[in-house]
Nanobody, 127 residues
């Protein structure tokens, strides 16, 4: 049974940092592109960062480019999202998701191609 579990969310002041982790089990992790999505109530889920199966290629949405860094450890089956210079508009529920190869580094719109999802971790940034 596939299981993705996010951790590392919390409350932080603007300008601060958080590091999200996503531990994966029950799948051949190195066969999956991985991505981070976020969602706020009333808005569509947004793919903000993606990484290729081997980690060589990454994608970021413009709003987080230069502030967030996605990485993966295929030996430990863990996905990371380092978030720096956080802004109040980064407040959202953050989800990790897995897309089996063949896959693209850029997350598919709405995450429609991602087979597996975590339960999410809340990030709140106060001004």
């Amino acid at each position: 049974q596939v299981h993705l579990e996010e951790s590392g969310g919390g409350s932080v002041q603007a300008g601060g940092s958080l590091r999200l982790s996503c531990a994966a089990s029950g799948l051949v992790y190195s066969r999956y592109c991985m991505a981070w999505f976020r969602q706020v109530p009333g808005k569509e889920r947004e793919g903000i960062a993606g990484i290729s199966v081997g980690g060589q290629s990454t994608y970021y949405v413009d709003s987080v480019k230069g502030r967030f860094t996605i990485s993966r450890d295929n030996a430990k089956n863990i996905l990371y999202l380092q978030m720096d210079s956080l802004k109040p508009e980064d407040t959202a529920m953050y989800y990790c998701a897995a897309d089996e190869a063949p896959c693209t580094t850029r997350p598919a719109a709405g995450g429609l191609k991602h087979e597996y999802w975590g339960q999410g971790t809340q990030v709140t940034v106060s001004s």
